[in-house]
T-cell receptor, first 114, second 113 residues
């Protein structure tokens, strides 16, 4: 079955520190991959997406993600976290070639300490 | 500005009542989706529609109904058959089904009293 796993439920980092949020996927073929961010009580905003090509993807707000086929991972990174980055982050995958649904991970809540 | 609107932002319902959540998009997208979000469970797909007058059940369709009479509108009705309707509901759209990213509305929080 297709799945997306975010192993970390909650992460706390200090402002200015680097960040890496983990995402693993399980699909028969390479899926489309996405990272979304959600502030409390709000909708989801797309940070970045990977369809094909360059495995390092740049997104908004200084985020990037690297697709690693050998590890079935699509981890989200930011070199220096700002207090405003505190939110919940969702990784999602979409199977290519079929009319399938977007599968979300369970999310990672990021707390930023000052 | 193009986008997705959901109304109302907060909704309260008594047990046994049906309630309809609104979702409108002006992005000219063909596909629209409804998700339910509960703490610690991510997003679960309720219904989706790839085109006007067509919709399909998602993973948790029981107790919900939808219609797609217009391209820009995809209302969700939470019926009294839904056993645990208190949740955060998110509407989304994409250019085509399973093509490109999904854009999300701001959500509606439904509370059953």
């Amino acid at each position: 079955a297709q799945s997306v796993t975010q192993p970390d439920i909650h992460i706390t980092v200090s402002e200015g520190a680097s960040l890496e949020l983990r995402c693993n996927y399980s699909y028969g073929a390479t899926p489309y991959l996405f990272w979304y961010v959600q502030s409390p009580g709000q909708g989801l905003q797309l940070l970045l997406k990977y369809f094909s090509g360059d495995t390092l993807v740049q997104g908004i707000k200084g985020f990037e993600a690297e697709f690693k086929r050998s590890q079935s991972s699509f981890n989200l990174r930011k070199p220096s976290v700002h207090w405003s980055d505190a939110a919940e982050y969702f990784c999602a995958g979409l199977n290519t070639g079929t009319a399938s649904k977007l599968t979300f991970g369970t999310g990672t809540r990021l707390q930023v300490t000052l | 500005d193009g986008g997705i609107t959901q109304s109302p932002k907060y909704l309260f319902r008594k047990e046994g009542q049906n309630v309809t959540l609104s979702c409108e998009q002006n992005l000219n997208h063909d596909a629209m989706y409804w998700y339910r979000q509960d703490p610690g469970q991510g997003l679960r797909l309720i219904y989706y529609s790839q085109i006007v007058n067509d919709f399909q059940k998602g993973d948790i369709a029981e107790g919900y109904s939808v219609s797609r009479e217009k391209k820009e509108s995809f209302p969700l009705t939470v019926t009294s058959a839904q056993k645990n309707p208190t949740a955060f509901y998110l509407c989304a759209s994409s250019i085509r089904l399973a093509l490109g990213e999904q854009f999300f509305g701001p959500g509606t929080r439904l509370t059953v009293l």
